[in-house]
């Protein structure tokens, strides 16, 4: 049974950091695609960052910048570090691990993903 949870989220003040983490159990997770989504309220969720099995890393251009995705794979664990937080990244945060091995699939796109965790709240203060 495959389980992700994520960890880390908090309150903190405009310009502070977090450091999400999203701990995985149930597969192999060195040949999947890891991605962070965030949803706030009355919006869609979103694509926030990835990282591929090759450690290739994406962002929307949101956040680029100002957050990093990384993974230790040996700890089958998943960080979003995010700095210059703003109001505007208040949202609950979700990690997810992708469908396929060794995929190619857009890793933005939620349907790539098959598993997700329960998520995080991250609230951002003016």
Same mark, same amino acid.
């Given at each position: 049974?495959?389980?992700?949870?994520?960890?880390? %989220?908090?309150?903190?003040? +405009? *310009?502070?950091?977090?450091?999400?983490?999203?701990?995985?159990?149930?597969?192999?997770?060195?040949?999947? +695609?890891? *991605?962070?989504?965030?949803?706030?309220? *009355?919006?869609?969720?979103?694509? &926030?960052?990835?990282?591929?099995?090759? *450690?290739?890393?994406?962002?929307?251009?949101? &956040?680029? %910048?100002?957050?990093?995705?990384?993974?230790?794979?040996?700890?089958? $664990?998943?960080?979003?570090?995010? #700095?210059?937080? #703003?109001?505007?990244? $208040?949202?609950?945060? !979700?990690?997810?691990?992708?469908?396929?091995?060794?995929?190619?699939?857009?890793?933005?796109?939620?349907?790539?993903?098959? !598993?997700? %965790?329960? %998520? $995080?709240? &991250? $609230? &951002?203060?003016?």
């Amino acid at each position: 049974q495959v389980q992700l949870v994520e960890s880390g %989220g908090g309150l903190v003040q +405009a *310009g502070g950091s977090l450091r999400l983490s999203c701990a995985a159990s149930g597969r192999t997770f060195s040949s999947y +695609a890891m *991605g962070w989504f965030r949803q706030a309220p *009355g919006k869609e969720r979103e694509f &926030v960052a990835a990282i591929s099995w090759r *450690g290739i890393k994406y962002y929307s251009s949101s &956040v680029r %910048g100002r957050f990093t995705i990384s993974r230790d794979n040996a700890k089958n $664990t998943v960080y979003l570090q995010m #700095n210059s937080l #703003n109001p505007e990244d $208040t949202a609950v945060y !979700y990690c997810a691990v992708d469908r396929l091995e060794y995929s190619s699939s857009d890793v933005s796109s939620r349907s790539t993903y098959d !598993y997700w %965790g329960q %998520g $995080t709240q &991250v $609230t &951002v203060s003016s």
